[in-house]
């Protein structure tokens, strides 16, 4: 089955499913993103703080697939995010993947040490150089996404976000897509917490489906893009296979009902001393 997608501003298809690779270091990559694309994927989530940019690049080689077929982000880290840093993060990102375009640049972390302003004129550089069709933020808020959007001169096309039952965040996915920005679900399944939740359970079973793809069946129906990771090939197969039925709209009432504001990575605070923001005392 062709996996829906949602329009970007510049007119790009973004797959309502992808792969997620966090934590699927070096080669630990490799089998899950072949596994996704053998399964009809168009679409890996990266990061140069994944430290896996090699082993995705690799398993986009080994799959049966052309490039241009693949929807493919990578981000770049807050430490990062002045001009030539980030230019030069994109670059060695796209010779690690083996490639000459993402077809999306995330700004993984904001970091107000640094000029946002700064880093968006990067962000512009590399897409006028052909290097990013399109440029993004990730674990942004309402106030800095609006932000990015005054100050950026091209559009912000994508807010990934810790974005699960536990954790809805309506306000800012409200706003994300009143300014034609599309939300991604990172830990779509808030890391296995919410599998188990008895509600996930119930559907589950009545909908004769896996836990898991309720939960990313439910974010689709709100147009949220889920980034499902595994490193099983079975479960990332079955996590794309979300297209082929409907939540009843109680029950899809019954996941809503479940937010508690409960994180599982994004607490919304933000530990400076580590080393991934680069501006510890």
């Not at 072949?34 to 940019?53: C, K």
């Not at 008895?198 to 939960?215: K, N, T």
Request: with cysteine; charged share 25%.
């Amino acid at each position: 089955m062709t996996t829906p997608t949602l329009s970007l501003p510049s007119g790009d298809d973004l797959p309502m499913v992808g792969m997620g690779t966090y934590k699927l270091e070096g080669d630990a990559a490799h089998e899950p993103v072949v596994a996704a694309l053998d399964a009809g994927y168009g679409h890996v989530d990266t990061a140069e703080g994944y430290m896996n940019e090699a082993g995705v690049g690799d398993a986009l080689a080994a799959a049966d697939v052309d490039r241009d077929d693949v929807f493919l982000t990578s981000k770049v880290l807050p430490k990062n995010l002045d001009y030539e840093s980030t230019v030069a993060a994109c670059e060695a990102s796209l010779d690690a993947l083996g490639t000459d375009y993402l077809d999306l640049y995330l700004v993984h972390w904001p970091n107000p040490a640094i000029s946002l302003r700064e880093t968006l004129d990067a962000m512009e550089t590399l897409h006028h150089r052909g290097l990013v069709r399109n440029v993004g933020v990730s674990n942004f808020s309402t106030y800095q996404l609006g932000v990015a959007l005054h100050v950026s001169d091209v559009p912000i096309a994508v807010n990934q976000i810790e974005y699960h039952p536990y954790l809805q965040r309506p306000e800012l996915v409200e706003y994300c897509q009143a300014n034609d920005v599309v939300v991604e679900a990172a830990a779509p399944l808030a890391r296995t917490e919410v599998l188990g939740d008895d509600v996930v359970q119930e559907l589950a079973s009545e909908y004769d489906r896996s836990p898991a793809q309720i939960v990313l069946r439910w974010a689709v129906e709100d147009d949220v893009v889920p980034l499902p990771k595994s490193s099983s090939p079975e479960h990332v197969r079955a996590n794309r296979d979300v297209f082929d039925f409907e939540l009843d709209p109680a029950d899809h009432d019954r996941l809503d009902a479940l937010d508690r504001d409960h994180a599982v990575y994004d607490d919304r605070q933000r530990n400076w001393d580590r080393d991934t923001f680069g501006i510890a005392k």
